[in-house]
C-alpha cells in the first residue's frame, strides 16, 4: 500500500500534466502513451488494447481521473512488483511530464533541473495523502532544515515566517510549484554556493527518498587476505553495502543487519585510528573511519539502523513522517481543545456578565415592587374592609340561600337515584343491542362467505359443465370417426376374405394340377422302367444273334463289350422337387400372411369398439 500511494502522486502530476484543458479530463490517446510509458519504466508487460476494452461503453471522449483510476488499478498497479524496477526512472517520466507545463525558473537564482527533480520527489515523500498534493508549513521547514543541515549553516527563520505570513492561505499547505519558487527566489539560499546547495540536495535526497541513512569513504579489512581496502559505504535500514567508489557502479558486498547484530568501538591498531566493527551472527567486520567524528556519526547511524529491521521497518524516514504527523495532529488537537476551552470560557464569562446585569435588573426591579407592594398594602387594606363589610352581607345572604339549598339538596339526591337506575337501565339495553349488533355481523359476514363460496362453486360448476360439453363432443366426433375406420376396415377385410378366398381356390387347383402331373410322372416312369426292361432284354438277344455260342465256349463277363452292358437308367426330373418346395412355402407365407393381416384388423376393430 505504501508503494501504491507513492506511485499514485507521482502519476497525478503526470494525469493532471496531460489536462491542458484543466477540466479533469484527458484524451485516451494521451491515456494510451501514458500508460505504455508507466508499463515500460515499472517493468510490467503492457496491453495495448486493454484501455479500449476497458472503456469500451464509453463514447469517445476524454476521461477523468476517478474513470481512469480502475484500469490503473488493475492493468497497472495491481502487476507492480517492489524492487522489480528503478523508482528514480518511473519519478524522472512523471517530472519530465509535469515540469514542461509547471516548472517555470526565474533566471540566475533557479537551481538546476536535477535538483528541482529531487526537490520535487522530496516534496511528494513528505506531502500529505490528500489531493492536490500539499506540504504543510512544518514539513516544509524540516525539509530546509535538513538541507542546511547537510550544508552546516542555520536555516533562515525569519525569511520562512515572513513568507508564510505574506500568504495566509498556505497555512493549511504549500504546493510543490510554490515550493520549488520559494527555493528559486534565494531567500532562503542567499550567499550559498550552487553546488554547495546541489550536494545538499543529493544528500538529503539519498537520505530521505532512497533511505540512505548515511554514506561515505570507509578503511575495511578484508575476511580473507586481512588487508585495508577504502571501499563507498551505503547504510539503508537493512543492509550496510559497500562499492569500489562512489559512483556505485561495482558492488563488493554487503553487510545484512538484523536483531543479533551489534556494533562495538575497537582501539587504535595495525596503523589504523578511529576503528569499530559491526558483528552480525555469522562475521566480524571491522572498519576505520577518517576521525572521531565520522566513527560516532556511523556508529550512531548504524545502531539506528538494526532497531529498524527488527522491527520490520522498511524506512526511516517514513517512520518519522508518520510520528511527525501524529504529533501534528496532536498538537492540533490540543489546539482545537484549547480554542474549545477558550470559547467555553468565553462563553461562561459572557453568561457570568450577563447574569450580573439580570441581578441588578432584579434589584432594581425588588425595589420598585418593594415600592408597588407598600402601595398595594395600603390598597388591599381599604379593599380588605370593604371586601369584610361586603362578606358579612353576603355571609347573612348565604345562610338563607344554603336553607333553601338544602331543601332543594334533597330533591335533587332523590332525581339523581333515579337517573341512576335509568342509566343502568340504559347501559344495559346497550349491551344487549351491542351483542345483538355483533351477531347479525357475524350472520352476515357468514352469508357473504357462504354466497361467495357458492358463487364460486357455481362459477367450478359451469367450467367443469363446459369442459364435460366439450369432451363430449370430441367424444361424439371420436365415435363417429371409429364407426366410418371400422366400416372401412369391415370392408378392407371382406376384400381380404374374397382375396383369401380366390387364393384358396387357386391354390387348390394348382394342387389338383400337381396330383395329376405327379401320376403323369408316375406312369411315365413306369413306362420308362418297362422301355428299360425291353432295351436290356433285346440287347441281350441282340447279343445271342450276334456271337453264337459254340461248344466250350464261356458265357462272357456282364460290363465287358457289346451291348450286354448298355443299361437306361430311370429318368428323373431334379428341378421338380424343388419347384414343389417352393411352391409349398409360398404358399404357407400367404397363408401367414393373411392370417396376420386378419388377425391385426380384428384386433383394431376390437380395441375401437371398447373405447369410450
Known sequence: MELRSELLKSIWYAFTALDVEKSGKVSKSQLKVLSHNLCTVLSIPHDPVALEEHFRDDDDGPVSSQGYMPYLNKYILDKVKEGSFVKENFDELCWTLTAKKNYRPNGKTSIPLKDAFRFWCLFNFLSEDKYPLVMVPDEVEYLLKKVCMAMNVELNYVELEDYFSQEPQQQSGIVVWKFLELVNSGKLTRGIDRDTLSMAIEEVYREIVED????????????????????????????????????????????????????????????????????????????????????????????????????????????????????????????????????????????????????????????????????????????????????????????????????????????????????????????????????????????????????????????????????????????????????????EMETKSRALEEAQLHLEEVRVNRQRVDQDVVAAQRKLRQASTNVKHWNVQMNRLMHPIGPGDKKSSPGLGGFSSFRIPPQKDPGLKLRQKSEEREREESKENVDSESARRLSQASDMDTRP
Open 212 to 491: 540512505v541513512l548515511k554514506q561515505g569513504y570507509l578503511w575495511k579489512k578484508g575476511q580473507l587476505r586481512r588487508n585495508w581496502t577504502e571501499r563507498w559505504f551505503t547504510l539503508r535500514p537493512s543492509t550496510l553495502a559497500y562499492y569500489v567508489s562512489e559512483d556505485r557502479k561495482e558492488r563488493k558486498g554487503s553487510i545484512p543487519l538484523d536483531r543479533n547484530c551489534c556494533v562495538e568501538v575497537l582501539p587504535d591498531k595495525d596503523g589504523k585510528r578511529c576503528m569499530f566493527c559491526v558483528k552480525t551472527s555469522a562475521k566480524t567486520y571491522e572498519m576505520s573511519a577518517s576521525d572521531t567524528k565520522q566513527r560516532q556519526e556511523w556508529t550512531t547511524a548504524i545502531q539506528t539502523a538494526i532497531p529498524l529491521e527488527a522491527e520490520g521497518k522498511k524506512s526511516l524516514h517514513k517512520d518519522l513522517k508518520l510520528k511527525r504527523r501524529e504529533q501534528r495532529e496532536q498538537r492540533e488537537r490540543r489546539k482545537m481543545a484549547k480554542e474549545e476551552e477558550m470559547l467555553r470560557l468565553r462563553a461562561l464569562q459572557e453568561e457570568k456578565e450577563k447574569k450580573l446585569q439580570e441581578l441588578e435588573l432584579l434589584k432594581e426591579a425588588q425595589r420598585q415592587a418593594e415600592v408597588l407592594l407598600q402601595q398595594d398594602e395600603q390598597r388591599r387594606r381599604a379593599q380588605h374592609e370593604e371586601m369584610q363589610r361586603t362578606l358579612e352581607v353576603q355571609l347573612r345572604d348565604a345562610e338563607q340561600a344554603r336553607a333553601s339549598m338544602q331543601a332543594e339538596m334533597v330533591l335533587k339526591e332523590a332525581e339523581a337515584e333515579r337517573q341512576k337506575k335509568r342509566i343502568q337501565e340504559l347501559e344495559e339495553m346497550q349491551q344487549g343491542l351491542e351483542e345483538a349488533l355483533r351477531l347479525e355481523i357475524k350472520a352476515r359476514q357468514d352469508e357473504e362467505a357462504f354466497r361467495y363460496a357458492q358463487a364460486r362453486l357455481l362459477a367450478e360448476e359451469e367450467e367443469k359443465l363446459k369442459q364435460l360439453m366439450f369432451m363430449k363432443e370430441e367424444q361424439e366426433e371420436y365415435i363417429l370417426k371409429t364407426q366410418r375406420e371400422k366400416q372401412e376396415l369391415k370392408q
